[in-house]
Each structure stands twice: as structure tokens, then as C-alpha cells.
């Protein structure tokens, strides 16, 4: 990862610990700072839910023009693990190009 | 006739269903015959950038004759889909519904005729009039003519309206299940008495934002659905059906066709997650358990099972397995879903699924579950029903329900030949019990209380803490912590906090919850989260829906979540009737107890003041009310009335008769009959006369002069002595569901303590009577009554 990347990383991971997570998931109880990169999303740790999880795809979509459902469900399971691989597959899909 | 007295079966005589696969029932089996599907390509609206293109459409030419039926113009789609399907099961029935007051004295030689004061009407729908506001697809700029037509009471109360009924009028809104629940409401309001006659039934039109809800949560099969089979996801239908029920002795005396016996039906709740069902199907296995005790139909009878089956990863396996729990894991009952030949018709499906099943039985034949190629896990031992219809003669059958907020539903039917009626009678239905009110809670902008609410009424007008808008700040995280989740709404906030006031008021054990029964009324549920999650869609685009906020589009959703943060896994259902939830809840959980079929039930109704809302009321002409509007919820808990007493409980008051009508419009000659209908049937249920009440509770709506009208009427009813009328809502202010329960345990409170004097006060003339009798009567926005008799015990 060039140096570029690894402050590209930085900004979404920003964006998805705000915008994406607690902006959008209306959630009251956390900051953006109190979740870190490798913070467990759904189940333990934020204590995200199921139906939480589809919020978090079609906001993916909407703030960052990432399409997940050719993604095979295990496979995207473990995309969504926390902030870090969630910021990760954003940026792959914007290297291969959007979709 | 009393209560005691009342102990009927009940027929199903008339049948009618509207689906992509027909407009009848005898178009429908034919095409269930060719194993013909009626899910195809979507075409009433765009589905560019959704992941599934198809649906059970009706096909243009039915859905064209129902547009251009000037009869129901106004309405919404929803009601008019009920009225179709409404009309053509009273056809098929025979009966013909007479006006009550019409040459006086109805020709007794005339069996077929039905007054139509002993015929009423339940629908079942999941999205009410969601199509109105669709419609405008814009919520900041809502116009009055097609927001007045989504309230979900608004749909039963139209389809009742068209046909001319004046008998208990309910909107079940318990979401996929609701059609089931609606036609299980109606046998108990013939079975105790208030109908002799009832339509039952659901409707759901196909919704561009339901649609997209779906797709968001990765519900929907790109491909036709294949229940219990090889292809995961479900395909959206819509449509509505009715069934006629009435009378068993009556339906056999006039000769009528009869398609079966409705023998019982269970409720149950999960309390397990807003949108996926038990893992292990425990919700449905104890709704089927309940159906088949309150049936006294032993389980090897059951010869065919109609499965909810919408062909999701989330339900069928765990479907299955619920069933196994109740009929063993070897069990060889045929199972079939029939989904894949109309879809899933969301709140319609129970009453579509149960119509077509039954014309099926009627030809010799049980439903077939189309696509069925190879079992998915979890269903490989089960005898599932392959794509062609069954020869088979069932002799019981079930049909089975469940629906987002965990609500449940099981009938159970006798298709076997109805001339021998030697079937015993149902076990549950041997007792007589007496309820009693053993607990009352509250929120409101007093915060919680208990323990009555008059007290906390009179607190709240001396200093209230409430805005100019109505709205009131309880927190239920400051309350309870425990109970509390993120982003949820106000109206879930408020119903738990007012359940768990009158669960500790009534010194209820947290081991008694999973059994204690929970019916809940509201009209409108969370319309803050509704409008977030239209907003979503209409804002941003189908593809964008919010998927936090579609659990929270059905209205069951409040009911659901209190039971799920409770803990409240037995009888379970949510209902609207725009105005008098509260009353209609205790009418239904009081008739539960005195059969014996549950020791105790809370009973719950609530409001929630939002933007949305605000429209609602101008388009609902609220705004002319005199009273401000408030939120909130309140809730009573209901007890056998000797299991009570035999456990030391505290008893406020008894419950001792509910009369109910439809149609008493405010300055009309008819409004005024059915006013003192509901008021005469709740009177002659508890067996005294008006004389003996010594106060008169009125939650009146307060439009202009309606209240001096209600007053007129209700003063025209005593010969004696004329009892004080109070409506508490100038106090208190007005919530449309909230307010008729406020009325029910002020009732309680003031029998329970004899006086008004230290209560309440700034009521002129209360200080000086003693309570014995309390009269609640409460009225709808469109003419709905009822009315309860609340006494003291000593």
C-alpha cells in the first residue's frame, strides 16, 4: 500500500465510522472515536444486528457507489467484520472500479 | 340473551378471493390445477435498480374493474381490494343483510336475512392505506383527500361502511398474520355473542415501498419462490379475501353450503426479533398448541397442515421444525405452502391461503406447493406437498401464519361432512370466569405512574411538563435502561413503560409473563419511524429504503417490540379502530379470560405525535377537536377474577359486560341507535340497567358539537336518575388509541376507591357519589362505539 493509499484508507475510515455507522445507524450511545478500526460490528462489540447490516450495505452503495451484492454471503460476512475490512473492500472496489 | 349463554360454533358459509391467480375461487383452483403460477413480471411500477422484477400481480382487467367501481372511488386501494373480496363471500354465503331499523320487525321466516346490526366485519391488513401516501410520494406536501385514506382503520372501517354493516367493525394489524388473527377475532365475536354473522378476512395491495423494503432486507426471490424447496427468497403478491362466518346452528337451519367448521385458533409471539422468526419455530409451535387446546381437537386428527411457507432461508426451516415440536419429528401430515401460486399476500395471505384451501377440500382436493423440486435443509423429513394439488379429504385441517413483530397465528378447521355436529365442545369453553382489573399503568406527560390514573391526570394539568405540540418527554433508557434499544420510537418507549408500571402495579412474577396474554391497540403506531422510512424511499429512491426502519412500517411493530423486550410469548395481537383501542383490546382479553383460555392479559393501547401525524389529524378533521392532542400509553392487566382472589391479588374492579357497534355517526338518527347499542349490549352483558350507573365516562373525539351530541344520547338513556357524564380529555388531553384506555382505568380507579374525593379534583359534582358502576363509552373517527361496565368488588 502506497503512502497515498494508506491516507485514502484513513479518510474512509473516517467516513465510515461517522457517516456511515452513527450518522446513519442513528446510533446515541458511541463516537466516532470509541470504535476502532478492528472493533467487532455485528453480534458482539457494537452490537450491530442483521437488519442493521443491509442499512450498512445500501449506505455503502449511496455514500460510496460500492455494490456488494455480487458479493457471495460468507464471503461479504466477513467484509462487514469491522471498520478496517469494510474500508478495505471500499477501497479494492474503487481500484477495480466502481461495481 | 346473556354472556353465559352464548356458546356457539362456527361455519364457514361464503367465500371470496381476489389474487394474481383470479378473482373468484373457482378461477383460482382451476389454475392451481394447471399448476400455474400467478408471480410474473412487475409491471405496476419500475424496479430498475431492486434485485427482483416480479410479483403476483391481479391482472390488469380485475384490477381495472375495481378502479372504475364508483362505489368505493374514495377509497384507498386497500379497502376497495376488501370490499371486492368482502362482497363476494356475503354473495356466496346466501345471506342478505337487512338494515336494522328498516319496516321495523325483521320476517323471522326469512332465514337468510341477517339484521345488520348482528353482522360485522374484521379485516386484517400489514400496510393499511400505504398506497395514499404513495400516491403523492412526497410527505412535506401531504394533501387531505388521500391522507385521510391510510390510517389502517380506515380500511375496515370503509370495507364495513360499503357494506352496510353495523355489527363489531376491527382492523387487525398484526402484519402477515393479521387475516388470520381478523377471522379468529370474528369466531369470538360470534361465539360470545356480539354477531351473529361476521366478514373476515385481509387485503394488501401491491406497495412500491413495501416492495423496496423487502428488497432491502434480501428478502425477495429473483426467481418464482420455491417454498421448502430449492430457491431461498420469497416473491411478493397482493390481493384480498373474506370469508363469511356464522352460527353453525343457524348456517344448518337455513340449509346453507358449508366449507367447514372454524374450531379454534391460536396466537402466539415470538419475542425473538422484529423481522426474523424463532430459529426453532417455538413462536408457531405455540400458536398451533393454543389453536389445538382451545379446539379440543387432539392432534393425530389433524390431517393437513396449510404452512405459512414464504420460501425465505429465515422461515421454513425454522417453520418446520416448530411443527415437529407439536406432531412429532416422524410426523407424515401433509404440508404444503401456497405461495408460489400467488405470492405472499402479507396481511392478505392467511385469508387468500385459507379460502383457496378450502374451495380446494370443497373439490376433493388440498393445495399443492408449486416449484417444489428438492427439500432445503432443514425440511428434508417433512411430507411436503409437491407441485400438483392432493387428493385428499381432510377432516382437520390448520392453516398457519407468521409475521414481522413476531405475532403468530394457527386456525383450526373440521372439512370433514358437517351434518354429523357430534364434535364435543371445546374444553376451554367449559368456564365462566369473571375478570377482574388487577393492575393499571400509565405514561403520559405525568411520566409513569400506577396504580390508577386520575391522580396523575390531575398532576399533570396543575403543572404540566408537556410542549405546545403534545409531545412529552419520557425517556424509557432513564426508566429502565434495560428495555431500552437505540433509535427506538416514542410509542415503543411509552408502551413498555407503561407495561412494566402495570405489571409491577399488579405484582406480576417475571415467570408469569411468557403465558400472560398481550393485546394492544393503536391506530397509527410509530409514524416518526413510517415517515422515515417513506422518506427514505421517496427521497433517495426505492433502492435506497431504509431497512431500520421498514420493521417499523407495520404497526404490529409496537406490540411486537414489547413483547420481544418482555418477554410476553403467549396470546398476542395489535388492533386499530381509530379511537377506541383501548376498550376494543379489553373487550377481546376479557372475552379470553372468561372462557378460561388465559389466566391473564394485558391490555395496552398508545399514540405517538409526529409531522406525519399532525397531517393525519387535519386530513382526519382532528384539528376541529377541542381537545389538545397528547401521547402516550396506558395499559391495565386483566385477571381471572378467582385466581386473583385466591392469590391475594389486589382487584380494582370488575370487568362485567362490553357492547359494540358500528355506525354511530354524531347527528344522525342511525348514530344514535348504534350509540345506544354498544351502550344497551354492554348494559345487558352485565345485567343492570342504566339506573344503577352512577357515572358515565365518555371519551369523546370533541369535534365541534359531537360531544354535547354524545352527551344527549347517552342522558336519553336513563329513566330515573340521570348519572354524571366526564370526559377526562380536556385534562388530559386527547391520543386516539391512548385516550379510550385512560377512560377504561379512570373506571377502575374510581370503583376501586368508591370516591372521586382526594383523586381528582376540579370535577364538579363527583365528590358526593359513591361508585359502584362505572359506564366507559367511547366512540371512533368513523363512528365505531363501545362501551364497558366497570364495577366495583366488595
Known sequence: MSISEVSVVDRIKGIVKQSLLIDRLELEDITAEEITDDMILFGEGLGLDSVEAFEVMVGMEELFGVMVEDIPAEELKRHLTNVQSISELILLKHTKGIG | MTYAQQ?????????????????????????????ETGVKGLTRFAADNLQCSIAGQLEQEQLDAIVNDDATASMDLCARYAVTAARQALQDSGLAVRRFQQGGIMDVSDRAAIGSDRIGLALGTCNGGILSLEKQWDLTQLDDANTANYPFYQQGDDAAQALGLNGPVVTINTACAASGNAIGYASDMIRWGYA??????????????????????????????????????????????????????????????????????????????ETAPHPEGAGI?????????RSAVPRERIDYINAHGTGTMANDAAEISGLKKIFGAETTIPI???????????????AVELVTALYAVKQGFVPGTLHYDAPREGCSDANIIGAELR?????????????????NVSLVLRTAWLKDIDRPPSSSWKRRSRVAITGIGAVGSWGAGQGGVLHLIGESAAGTDEGADGQISFSLKEY?????????????????????????????????????????????????????????????????????????????????KTAEKLGLQGFNSSLSTGGSEGIAAALYGAGMIREGALSACLIGAGDERSELSDHIDRAKGLQESRYAKTEGSACIVLSDMDEAAAGGARIYAELRGFGISHGAVRHTPDGELQLRAAIAGALAQAEIGMDEIDLVLLNSIGRAEETEWERGVIAGLAVKSKPPVICLNDKAGYGESFSSMLHLAAAAELAYHGTARGIISGLPGLEEIHFRNVLTVSSSVNGSCIAAVVSGVR
Not at chain 2, 404444503?336 to 392467511?350: I, P, Q, R, T
Not at chain 2, 387428493?391 to 405475532?407: D, E, I, K, T
Open chain 2, 391 to 407: 387428493r385428499l379429504s381432510p377432516q382437520y385441517m390448520l392453516s398457519n401464519n407468521a409475521a414481522f413483530g413476531g405475532h
Open chain 2, 336 to 350: 404444503s405452502s401456497s405461495k408460489a401460486y400467488f405470492g405472499h399476500n402479507l396481511g392478505a395471505a392467511a
Open chain 2, 7 to 35: 356458546d356457539h360454533r362456527i361455519a364457514v358459509t361464503g367465500l371470496g378471493v381476489l389474487c394474481a391467480l383470479g378473482n373468484n375461487p373457482e378461477s383460482v383452483f382451476a389454475r392451481m390445477m394447471k399448476a
Open chain 2, 480 to 560: 429502565d435502561k434495560s428495555k431500552y434499544e437505540r433509535r427506538m420510537n416514542k410509542i415503543a418507549q411509552f408502551t413498555i413503560g407503561a407495561v412494566l408500571a402495570a405489571i409491577e402495579n399488579a405484582g406480576l412474577e417475571q415467570s408469569e409473563l411468557a403465558d400472560t396474554g398481550f393485546i394492544y391497540g393503536t391506530s397509527r403506531g410509530s409514524t416518526d419511524s413510517i415517515a422515515r422510512f417513506l422518506g427514505s424511499v421517496f427521497e433517495k429512491g426505492p433502492e435506497y429504503a431504509s431497512s431500520i426502519y421498514f420493521p417499523h412500517t407495520v404497526i404490529n411493530s409496537i406490540a411486537g
Open chain 2, 196 to 273: 351473529d354473522a361476521m366478514l373476515a378476512g385481509g387485503s394488501d395491495p401491491l406497495s412500491h415501498s413495501v416492495y423496496a423494503g423487502f428488497n432491502v432486507l434480501r428478502a425477495l426471490n429473483p426467481l418464482p419462490s420455491s417454498p421448502f424447496g430449492s430457491r431461498y427468497g420469497l416473491n411478493l403478491g397482493e390481493g384480498a379475501a373474506f370469508v363469511v362466518l356464522e352460527r353453525l346452528d343457524k348456517a344448518l337451519l337455513r340449509g346453507a353450503r358449508i366449507y367447514g367448521e372454524l374450531c379454534g385458533y391460536g396466537l402466539s409471539n415470538d419475542a425473538h426479533h
Open chain 2, 285 to 293: 409451535e405455540r400458536a398451533v398448541a393454543m389453536a389445538l387446546n
